[in-house]
């Protein structure tokens, strides 16, 4: 079939990459040794503390985020460390594996991959750990397989509680800039993100937070580093320079896009994405299917995961709208695969491009014969346009006047 208009991209991520994001990216590539680079790398570095919401500094590496997880590790811990991580979906097997690699010893607790991080669960395994063997608690803050959101300060609360000294660590790579996130707040010691998500940018970024006690750890970790090593990182940075060539073009598009986010206001940011969720989750439950995550504190805001009906093929349902209406959809990961299909609803998004994006869906699902109910669009609809709004209303106007009848 061939298409017209423009595809629809509505994966949890790489996501729709703004056009003023693209045309900043288009610029020639300075030298990365000039004091005009060295401003330019300056002014992301300090553009991203307020996304973080740390003080602290904040890494930037030429890599995905699977190269975040790896520095994280290497500059903090040391080899045969004991670390505690939990079974929230696909991304926490995949830390696990690479934390395995390094020769940690991982107590892994099991999860159904229909919630995030239990407290109480937390709070067992660090209360018998008397000897403070767990060197790190490693968590997803949102699973983008599932589209289920861990609560990270009920973690924190735990571990002071308790006064277990071993360091937070917290992937944000489907949350930073979409999910109300606080590093320094929370007391999160390794915040971890990657920049093909809420930051709007093509993949090839990856990010680190890091708090003092992590910067301690630092100075006693054993495993051997070079390209990860955060000293000569943090030293150079200083300056605007990093240890090896950067990639000049990204640095680009990361200064335009964290623009866009301070126009829009983090707390706007944080309440569109909350709103685009409620309304697909509104048009899941019209179409009389399941949602994956069963704990609604712990819906995402921005990756909404829906079980298939018995004996129907989630990969199938995807091929027929990507092959009818030219859209992506997330595909079904690990255990999940072919019984979920994963609407992303994040970054430069708006109430048409999600209206479009769940008309696809609802339309896939007519012409693949998947048993739903009709009107699900309309319900998502009615929730992002009620009636009864104020005459002239801003989308942002309807929102609060939800939240406050709700």
Sequence with gaps: MIHTGRHFLQIPGPTNVPHRVQRAMAQPVIDHRSAEFAELAAEVLEGLRPVFQTSGPVL??????????EAAIVNTLSPGDRVLMFETGHFSQSWRQVAEAFGLKVEYVPGNWRRGVLPADVESRLAADVGHTFKAVMVIHNETSTGVTSRIPQIREVMNRLRHPALLMVDTISSLASIDFRHDEWEVDVTICGSQKGLMLPPGLSFLAISQRALSANKTARFPKSYWDWEPMLRLNRSGFFPYTPPTTLLYGLREALQMLREEGLPNVFRRHRRHADAARAAVRGWGLEIVCEEPLEFSSTTTAVFMPEGHDADRLRAIILENFDMSLGAGLSKLAGKVFRIGHLGSFNDLMLAGTLSGIEMGLRLAG?????????????LLAPAGAPTGATASQIAESAQSVG
Excluded at 60 to 69: E, I, R
């Design 60 to 69: 930037l590496y030429p890599s995905s985020g699977s190269g975040a997880w």
């Design 370 to 382: 998947v048993p739903h109910k009709q009107g699900g669009v309309m319900d998502a609809l009615l």
